[in-house]
């Protein structure tokens, strides 16, 4: 084969694979994305719609702010049309323990949230889940260096937790709403 044959074989294989990006490019929508009043109202809105009640330990609480600087930014929502029910099981296990000091050395933080979306009229359960989010940390002989660092862990869990959260309330809202 020549040259020729080569580098036009190589513009038929690209066309070929460029062709259904072109043809499904209108098809996509992004999750996020806002419309005008025509339209359904877009997923930031019905995010901003959804009111969370205070929580009283620490690290669900960490939680529930992170969800509310999510949806609203930090304000809570003036006019809610859903409300989220949310509890946060925190556990801590040491992975690597010294042989020699018998002191930690790794521990694993995990976080569970359960949360339960209602709809704020009719108090309808509308959709509910888990998620989950692990952090380890370095345990030291110092205790105010390991339950600093044991903390620290726990706020970063807090944030990914959240994410997981608000990720899977966005993709029941973007589907049934």
Do not use: W
Request: some cysteine; proline content about 5%; overall charge positive.
């Amino acid at each position: 084969m020549g040259l020729f044959g080569l580098i036009s074989r190589r513009r038929a294989i690209c066309g070929l694979a460029i062709a259904p990006a072109l043809l499904l490019g209108g098809c996509f929508r992004p999750m996020y994305a806002t419309y005008d009043g025509a339209v359904a109202p877009g997923l930031v809105n019905e995010l901003s719609a959804i009111s969370i009640d205070p929580i009283p330990d620490r690290v669900s609480q960490r939680v529930r702010d992170n969800l509310l600087f999510d949806f609203t930014g930090g304000a809570e929502p003036t006019a809610p049309r859903y409300k989220l029910g949310l509890g946060v099981g925190v556990a801590g296990t040491p992975q690597v323990v010294n042989g020699t000091t018998l002191t930690l050395e790794i521990a694993l933080i995990t976080l569970r949230g359960n949360f339960t979306l209602v709809d704020a009229k009719t108090n309808k359960v509308l959709f509910s889940g888990t998620a989950y989010a692990r952090k380890s940390y370095s345990g030291t002989l110092q205790y105010f260096a390991a339950n600093r660092a044991a903390n620290d862990a726990m706020n970063t869990a807090a944030v990914d937790l959240a994410d997981q959260i608000r990720t899977q309330l966005a993709i029941y809202l973007a589907e049934h709403h």
